[in-house]
């Protein structure tokens, strides 16, 4: 009966080992020798002045939210190409149909001035 269990006992060790060893072996061997240098801020480059809860722009969102959105978009045309013979014309409509509602959401986008960086 609990032979039938080995495989996922063998299975979560050796997860379980992929994910914790390199931490531990890390942990372990590396050398821990902060100096200013170290511990300076590395993200802005200039010390923080206010609240980490500040407000940020939107517009920063905004941009990053329309750069994930167009990428995965632009990432179903590959597919697409790819088996474009395959699916015919109804592959091909249903494609020109996504595109222009693509096009059409940037134009709004960029009429509304979603694009300008002040």
Do not use: Q
Not at 81 to 87: G, R, S
């Amino acid at each position: 009966m609990l032979e039938n269990y080995f495989p996922i006992l063998l299975f979560i060790l050796v997860g379980l080992a992929v994910g914790v060893g390199p931490l531990v072996l890390g942990k372990l061997v590396s050398p821990s020798k902060p100096d200013s240098e170290k511990n300076s801020p590395y993200e802005c480059g200039f010390e923080a002045f206010e609240d980490a809860r500040m407000k940020f722009d939107v517009r920063y969102y905004l941009v990053a939210i329309l750069f994930i959105l167009f990428d995965l978009e632009i990432a179903f045309l590959f597919p697409w190409a790819v088996v474009l013979k395959e699916i015919g014309l109804a592959g091909f409509l249903a494609m020109m149909l996504f595109l222009f509602v693509l096009v059409v959401g940037f134009i709004y986008e960029w009429v509304k001035g979603a694009l300008e960086w002040d």
